[in-house]
C-alpha cells in the first residue's frame, strides 16, 4: 500500500481505478494499492476437504491422551510436526475414502457403526435432518454426503459435513444455505480407530 500527494490530479480519490488499483484514505492520508479479487472456490471437492480439515483441527485441539498416539514417531521420520503429521496422514485416508484416526497406524480394530435413521425435512431455502447415530463407545464423528441426484458413491468429493460426536444421541443437521431444488443426502458414523460405518441408504428432499 503506497501514499500518494494529490491522487488522479485530485486532493483525494477512493474505489477502483482501471480494475488495476484502488484509492482510499488509511489514518487521514490519501493512499492506492492493487485491486485484489477474492478468490473463496467452493467446487465439490473442496468443500469436502474443508469440511475434513476443520473437523481434525477442532479435534486435535481438544485431544484427550491416551489415545493420540503415534504421530511424534510418524513426525520424526518425516521431519515435519506431529500436527501436519496427523493432518496429512488422514487427509490421506479420507480422499482414499477411509476414515480418519486418533493414533497412527490406524488401529481399525473395533466395529464399524451405522446410522440409525436421518429423516429429512425441506424448508425455504435449507435442509435438515435429525440425525440418530448407532450406540457405539468409540463414536467420533459424522459424516455428511449431499448431491442434486442419487448418491451412489459416498467420498470426500461429495461429502459436506463432518460433525463431532462424543455419544449417540440424536442431533440436529441443518444444511444452507441452498437453492430451491432436490437434494440427495447420505450419512455415515466414524469412530476413533478409522473405522467407516455403514453408510445410510440415500434419501432425498425439496428444498423450496
Known amino acids: 500500500m503506497a501514499r500518494v500527494s494529490g491522487p488522479l490530479m485530485s486532493v483525494s480519490a477512493s474505489g477502483a481505478f482501471g480494475g488495476s488499483m484502488v484509492f482510499g484514505t488509511w489514518k487521514g492520508r490519501p493512499v492506492v494499492r492493487q485491486l485484489v479479487i477474492p478468490n473463496n472456490p467452493k467446487s465439490a471437492k473442496q468443500v469436502g476437504i474443508r469440511a475434513m480439515m476443520g473437523f481434525l483441527a477442532a479435534a486435535w485441539k481438544a485431544k484427550v491422551l491416551p489415545k493420540w498416539t503415534g504421530y511424534e514417531a510418524k513426525a520424526a521420520a518425516e521431519a515435519i510436526s506431529e500436527y501436519n503429521a496427523y493432518i496429512g496422514e488422514n487427509l490421506d485416508r479420507w480422499q482414499l475414502s477411509a476414515a480418519p484416526t486418533q493414533e497412527w497406524p490406524a488401529a481399525e480394530a473395533t466395529g464399524g457403526c451405522v446410522i440409525t435413521f436421518a429423516p429429512l425435512t425441506g ?33 470426500w468429493a461429495n461429502c459436506v459435513a463432518v460433525i463431532p460426536r462424543s455419544d449417540v444421541s440424536a442431533f440436529t ?9 432436490t437434494y440427495h443426502y447420505r450419512f455415515a458414523q466414524f469412530n476413533v480407530d478409522g473405522v467407516l460405518g455403514t453408510v445410510l441408504a440415500d434419501a432425498d428432499v425439496v428444498v423450496t
Request: hydrophobic content about 50%; overall charge negative.
Open 123 to 155: 424448508h425455504a431455502g435449507y435442509a435438515s435432518a435429525v440425525v440418530t447415530p448407532a450406540a457405539n463407545a468409540n463414536i467420533w464423528g459424522v459424516a455428511v454426503f449431499r448431491d442434486t441426484s442419487e448418491i451412489t458413491a459416498p467420498s
Open 173 to 181: 443437521f441443518t444444511d444452507a444455505p441452498l437453492e430451491a431444488g
